[in-house]
């Protein structure tokens, strides 16, 4: 009769479209193959239907879903492995077919009592669910023998819903997995919001941190100088922005000015200020830096790097708490709270004949030591995981870690720090394969790209410097310039000649002129990171860390545009 079969395959079909469709809903297994069981038992007339899973003990199956059983059945309904046709199903991993439960002795009748069921001929199908050619739980229906489908026919159906439950399943698994990890991380981020520094935006809880966090909080409150000393990256300036923030100046202002960044020249007048006409150039009065702290906070970064002249000059303000303009006599008073900060060890600049005693004596009342990175056991996972949080929110995108990247992440010693391992995340957000999930592998092949310079005969062997070192001397150099991107942390690491040019600040470009060229893969990155920003160049700067004029100039020179 092939009407009656095209109304059967009609039905098969609607079957078969709408149990796939529910594979949609994995996140909620219990409706999703609920709602199977029930398509199956209105459509087909296959009822009761139950998938049966291991417990937690592994050794015993019981009905993980139903459809048309009581609770009193579905409690009931526990084989251990081999025993019923259920348990037979699990272990041998092949359907079955009873197609009369009444004649079969295996047949257990322990979920659902016989007198329950319909009188006539009563048949039953178990059918394994299979996940990766693993058996991992059992399908069973009842249906009335007599019926125009043959059993056969109904197992071929069966067969396909198991897989599609499987598939829910494997799904759901995965779901609770990532749910599981997300939760970690949201422990690991609550546990550091109640940490002291987090307030201010200081992550960590490694005990290096706390001890810093702690001598930090101390300080805040009464106006003592501060000296902060770590290596660059260490975060050095996120440190004094908590001190200041943390004392009753928060309402004033919080100036920061990198001793090393600006050239001597224009320094003086960056601190002092200048008045009109005291030199050429200067048409207008100028309050410098100093000033326009008053009632708040100088962060004097890299103090280091200060010349002898003005380390005077700095001392002076902070004996009589005044300064005085360039090309003027008048005492300006100043109320100013100095926090000042150096990877250098100024001792050593002391012994060395470059740094004053009396001013060194001046700062070095409160010293705060900053960790690097690969001290502070355990922070770089809640480091890394708070980079990830920002980077997915700046970029719009949901991207998590693999457990092996976390595990990469915490063994690198990361000669950059704290900047280096955001500059990495923020990279690795952008670059994550399918958009999703950041693995080791592309962990280390940014890192290792970042780092495929291109030498010219000039260039001394890495080996010569240690990273740390050049790093920290690149830094000084580089100094309140905008963040080193991986990039030039690495290039300026591995391109640094052993002895620095006398003049600091030009050297910067005649070190990128002559010992590096970039890398193919800064070019993908730039391309990228715009692409990302759909053509908007500043967007794609502030992706990548970089000031428009910086992604600029490197978009000009890599030859991109
Ligand atoms: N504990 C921290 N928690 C979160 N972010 C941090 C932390 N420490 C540093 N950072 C971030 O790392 C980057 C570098 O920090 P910062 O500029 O304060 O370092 P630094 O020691 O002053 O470096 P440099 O000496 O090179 O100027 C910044 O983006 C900062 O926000």
Known sequence: MPDSLDIANHSEYIVIRQAAEQIERAHKPEEAITDILSLISRQMGLNR???????????????AYSFGLTDLEVSRSRFADNEGISGKVMKMGSPVIIPNIDLEDDYLCRTVARSTL????????????????????VLAVNRLRNRSRSLDRDLGILKLIALFIGEILAVNELIEKQTQVLKEENEQLRAMAVSQGSQYGIIGESPAVMASLNKAARAANVSVTVLLKGESGTGKEKFSRMLHMASNRQDGPFIAINCAAIPLELLESELFGHEKGAFTGATAT????????????????????????LQAKLLRVLEERSITRIGS???????????????????????????????????????????????RDGDIRLLARHFLN?????????VIFD?????????????????????????????????QMITDRLIQRIIREESGIVFNENTPPP????????????ASRVGAMPPLTVAETVHYAQAMPPTPPPNAFNADSEIKRNYWKVSDSEKDLLLQALERAHGNKSHAARMLNMTPRQYNYRYKKLGLG
């Open 390 to 398: 920002q980077a997915n929110q700046e970029y719009h995108t949901n």
């Open 463 to 474: 080996a010569a410097i240690s990273a740390p070192e050049a790093v920290n001397a690149a």
């Open 49 to 63: 239907g139950r998938v049966l899973l291991h417990d937690k003990s592994d050794s015993v199956l019981y009905a």
């Open 403 to 435: 457990r092996g990247a976390l595990e990469f992440l915490e063994r690198y010693e990361w000669p950059g720090n704290i900047r280096q391992l955001e500059n990495v995340i923020k990279r690795a957000v952008l670059l994550a394969e399918d958009g």
């Open 286 to 309: 100028k309050p410098g830096k100093i000033e326009m702290a008053n009632k708040g906070t100088l962060f004097l970064d890299e103090i280091g790097d200060l010349d002898l002249g």
């Open 329 to 375: 006599n008048k005492a300006i008073p100043v109320d100013v709270r100095i926090i000042v900060a150096s990877h250098k060890n100024l001792q050593e600049s002391v012994n060395q004949g470059n740094f004053r005693l009396d001013l060194f004596y001046r700062l070095n009342v409160f010293p705060i030591e900053l960790p690097a990175l690969r001290e």
């Open 118 to 137: 319909p009188q006539e001929t009563v048949a039953f199908i178990a059918t394994p669910i299979l996940r990766k050619g693993k058996n991992i739980g």
